[in-house]
């Protein structure tokens, strides 16, 4: 079954602390984003990548940092930097960016801080 | 700068009526528009896209109109089943670069 796997489901964060959140697709999607959704608010795009070994920050990227080594791996790290890391995170993936395709989401991962 | 607006934070519906969720844009370069919907504790599920040189597709009971005049893009859900009950994003994006969302209107359908 072709989808995009986000782990962990729920996630705990120590003030200080480096997390990194796991997003794996096996549909050969070129492209792939990271959202963060906060209570009443839309998507905001932190970082995305087109390709293998290349990425760009998207309108949040502070405090956040990524990795494209493998084209069905997108990991997000999650810095002692964001002050406010609290929120639902999603993955996503499309066939390629440059063209009209509807972006496809996992299920998220919820940081929480301790 | 809020490009794309879902002005009505939540909808009520009754069963078996039609369900009608706006959007407004202000971008004219977007040229590619999408609707999401989202159910509590899951990803958004793509449900329906069209392009600018269209103003109306349809997909089985949901159906997307624009109006590239007024900047405005609408969903209609017809008829309307407890199991729409969800929130639903509108997004759109310019030249087939990054995707913008609007921030979601929670529909109830009412039995």
């Known amino acids: 079954d072709g989808g995009i796997t986000q782990s962990p489901k729920y996630l705990f964060r120590k003030e200080g602390q480096n997390v990194t959140l796991s997003c794996e697709q096996n549909?050969?999607?070129?492209?792939m984003y990271w959202y963060r959704q906060d209570p009443g608010q839309g998507l905001r795009l932190i970082y995305y990548?087109?390709?293998?070994?290349?990425?760009q920050k998207g309108d949040i990227a502070e405090g956040y940092s990524v990795s494209r080594e493998k084209k069905e791996s997108f990991p997000l790290t999650v810095t002692s930097a964001q002050k406010n890391p609290t929120a639902f995170y999603l993955c996503?993936?499309?066939?390629?960016?440059?063209?009209?395709?509807?972006?496809?989401f996992g299920d998220g991962t919820r940081l929480s801080i301790l | 700068d809020q490009q794309v607006k879902q002005n009505s934070p939540s909808l009520s519906v009754q069963e078996g009526r039609i369900s009608i969720l706006n959007c407004d844009y202000t971008?004219?370069?977007?040229?590619?528009f999408l609707w999401y919907k989202k159910y509590p504790a899951e990803g958004p599920t793509f449900l329906i896209s069209?392009?600018?040189?269209?103003d109306k597709n349809e997909d089985g009971r949901f159906t997307v109109f624009l109006n590239k005049s007024a900047k405005h893009l609408s969903l209609h859900i017809v008829p309307s089943q407890p199991g729409d009950s969800a929130v639903y994003f509108c997004?759109?994006?310019?030249?087939?670069?990054?995707?913008?969302f609007g921030q979601g209107t929670r529909l109830t359908i009412n039995p």
């Open positions: 069209i392009s600018s040189i269209k």
């Open positions: 996503a993936s499309s066939l390629r960016q440059d063209s009209n395709q509807p972006q496809h």
């Open positions: 971008n004219s370069m977007f040229d590619y």
């Open positions: 997004a759109a994006s310019a030249g087939a670069q990054k995707l913008v």
């Open positions: 549909l050969n999607h070129d492209a």
């Open positions: 990548s087109q390709i293998v070994n290349d990425f």
